[in-house]
C-alpha cells in the first residue's frame, strides 16, 4: 500500500517539475546507461524537440505550442529510476554480495573521515555502532525524559527496527557527498562491515572477515529493537499502531491533560526525548547569491526569467545551469555569448529552444540571457 502510495507521490512530483530524475537512476533494476559521462535514463533514447533537436525528456508535446505547460506522464523507467527504496519485506532489495573485509577496506576509503574508527561517530556525525547491539538495547517503550527514563542507545544496531532501512540509506545517501555512487554490491559489504561491529548476528552467526553478505542472508537479519520501536509503524497495522499511540496522551508529555493554567511555578512538562543534540549539520547549503536589486535597475529579462525560465535555472533541473552560479555560468559564457544566445534559441540538451516559450521574441530571450549572465558575475 506503501509503495502505491510513493508511486502516486512520485508521478504528481514529477507532473509538478517536469524534470531531472537522472540523478535518481541508481543501478537498483532501472534501466539506465552512461551518455557523454552523464547517466542517462531511459537506456539513453533520445526524444525528437524541434529542428533535428532532441532530449533525454521526452517532451510535453504542448509546451512546443507556446507557453511552458507544466507536467507529463513520467515514463515507466523514470518510475522505476526514482523508485529505489528497500522495504523491511525485501521488495525492492537487490541481488548482490559483498564481504566484512571488503567493508572493512570501503569503510576506510570512503566513510571513516565523518563516522570515525569502527563506527564511533564524533564531531557531529552519527555512529553506527556502539558496541554489542544486544547489550545497548532497551526498550523505546520506556523513552520518556524522567528520572527512570531509559531508552536505547540511538545507534543503528540498538535502535533501528530494520535492517532494510540501512541499506536503502547507504545506497541512497552515502558517502554523504557523494550519494548514488556505490554500488550494490558495495553497499553490501558496508552493511556486511556495520552488521558486524555492532556485534549483531545473522540466522545465529557471527560475522567474522570472511563472512559474504548477499541479499538471502540479508532477509533473515532481526534488528534486537524490532519490537521495542513504538509505536510499531511497519506491517498493514502501522498507521493503527501510530494513531492509537498517538492518540493516547499518557505516551507522551507529562501524562496529564492540561488547558489551563498548566504552567505555574516550574512546568513539569517531560517530551519525547530526541538525543540529536549534538549533531551540527556538516555542511552549508546556503547560497552565496548576489543581493536582489532594486525595482529601478530591474532588467527586462527578469520577469521573463521568473515567469518561464526558473521552473529549471532557479533548482539546476536537468543540470540547467543554476541561476547564480559564478562557476556554472563561468563555463557557459566561456565559449562566447553569440554561442550562448544561440543555444538558449535553438535549445541545448535538455534545454528547450527559448526555453519552452516559443512566443517569446528573439530579442526577449536574450536579454532574459544577460540577465541571467548578470547576475552570476
Ligand atoms: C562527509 C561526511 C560523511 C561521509 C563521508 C559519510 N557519511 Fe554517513 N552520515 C553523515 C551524516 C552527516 C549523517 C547524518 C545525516 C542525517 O541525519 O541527516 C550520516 C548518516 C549515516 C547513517 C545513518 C546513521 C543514523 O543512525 O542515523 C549511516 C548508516 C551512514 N551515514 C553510513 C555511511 C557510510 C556507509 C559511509 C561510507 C560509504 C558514510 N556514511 C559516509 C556524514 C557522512
Ligand atoms: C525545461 C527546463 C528549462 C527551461 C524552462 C529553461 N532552461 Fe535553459 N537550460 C536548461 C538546461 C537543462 C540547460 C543545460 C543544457 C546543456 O548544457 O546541455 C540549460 C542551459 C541554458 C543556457 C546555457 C546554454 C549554453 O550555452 O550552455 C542558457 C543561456 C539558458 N539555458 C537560458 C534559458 C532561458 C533564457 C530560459 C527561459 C526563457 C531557459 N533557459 C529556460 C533547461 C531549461
Request: charged share 25%; proline share 6%; net charge neutral.
Amino acid at each position: 500500500m506503501f509503495k502505491s502510495y510513493r508511486k502516486v507521490l512520485i508521478s504528481a512530483v514529477l507532473s509538478a517539475a517536469t524534470v531531472s530524475t537522472m540523478a535518481f537512476a541508481a543501478d537498483t533494476g532501472a534501466s539506465h546507461t552512461y551518455k557523454n559521462g552523464k547517466k542517462v535514463i531511459d537506456g539513453g533514447v533520445t526524444y525528437p524537440i524541434k529542428s533535428g533537436k532532441t532530449s533525454v525528456y521526452r517532451v510535453n508535446e504542448d509546451t512546443l505550442k507556446g507557453g511552458f505547460t507544466f507536467g507529463r506522464k513520467p515514463t515507466p523507467n523514470e518510475i522505476k529510476a526514482w523508485d529505489i527504496d528497500v522495504m523491511p519485506d525485501g521488495t525492492g532489495l537487490p541481488e548482490g554480495h559483498g564481504t566484512v573485509e571488503e567493508g572493512d577496506d570501503l569503510y576506510e576509503e570512503k566513510c571513516v573521515v565523518c563516522h570515525g574508527d569502527f563506527g564511533s561517530g564524533g564531531g557531529g556525525y552519527p555512529s553506527l555502532a556502539k558496541g554489542n547491539a544486544y547489550e545497548g538495547q532497551k526498550t523505546l517503550k520506556n523513552q520518556r525524559t524522567g528520572p527512570d527514563m531509559d531508552g536505547p542507545i540511538r545507534v543503528f544496531g540498538t535502535y533501528w527496527p530494520q535492517a532494510s532501512t540501512l541499506w536503502w540509506y547507504i545506497k541512497t545517501g552515502m558517502p554523504h557527498p557523494a550519494p548514488l555512487s556505490l554500488t550494490n554490491d558495495q553497499v553490501y559489504a558496508l552493511c556486511a562491515y556495520i552488521i558486524s561491529i555492532n556485534e549483531l548476528k545473522i540466522d545465529g552467526e557471527e560475522l567474522d572477515d570472511d563472512y559474504d553478505l548477499n541479499r538471502a542472508k540479508f532477509m533473515k537479519i532481526v534488528m534486537p529493537n524490532k519490537d521495542g520501536f513504538v509505536p510499531k509503524i511497519d506491517g498493514p497495522k502501522g498507521l493503527d499502531n501510530a494513531r492509537e499511540f498517538f492518540n493516547n496522551y499518557k505516551n507522551y508529555g507529562n501524562g496529564t491533560r492540561c488547558m489551563k493554567d498548566c504552567f505555574q511555578g516550574e512546568p513539569k512538562l517531560a517530551r519525547i526525548k530526541v538525543e540529536m543534540k549534538d549533531f551540527l549539520p556538516p555542511m552549508s547549503v546556503a547560497r552565496d547569491l548576489p543581493k536582489e536589486e532594486g525595482q529601478a535597475k530591474a532588467s527586462p529579462g527578469k520577469a521573463i526569467y521568473e515567469s518561464t525560465c526558473a521552473v529549471c535555472h532557479d533548482s539546476g533541473a536537468a543540470g540547467a545551469p543554476v541561476f547564480g552560479d559564478k562557476e556554472a555560468w563561468a563555463k557557459v559564457t566561456k565559449k562566447g555569448i553569440e554561442a550562448v544566445y544561440k543555444n538558449a534559441l535553438n535549445g541545448k540538451g535538455a534545454m528547450p529552444p527559448h526555453g519552452g516559450k516559443m512566443s517569446l521574441k528573439d530579442d526577449e530571450v536574450k536579454a532574459t540571457v544577460d540577465y541571467m549572465v548578470s547576475k552570476a558575475k
